[in-house]
């Protein structure tokens, strides 16, 4: 499934502890700097190589992140 979910939708599921998986496709130096709590960081150039082994859980919703401060 894919589509947007709201900053309070993602509030609720990580309140809930839904099984989620959140992902953060940010730059390295960007997600040292500041993300969500849990999150892994997979930057896109890296997903091919790192999803496999930071997403083990086949069942988990998984919900990407990224930011672009343009």
């Given amino acids: 499934m894919e589509g947007t979910i709201s900053t309070k939708d993602l509030k609720a599921k990580l309140d809930s502890k839904e099984r989620i ?21 997979i930057p896109p150039d890296k997903i091919k190589e790192l999803a496999p082994r930071l997403l083990p859980n086949k069942d988990a919703e998984i919900i990407t992140y990224c930011a672009n401060p343009h």
Avoid: D, M
């Fill in 21 to 41: 998986q959140v992902v953060e496709t940010l730059a390295p130096e960007r997600y040292r700097e500041a993300h969500i709590p849990g999150a892994v960081n």
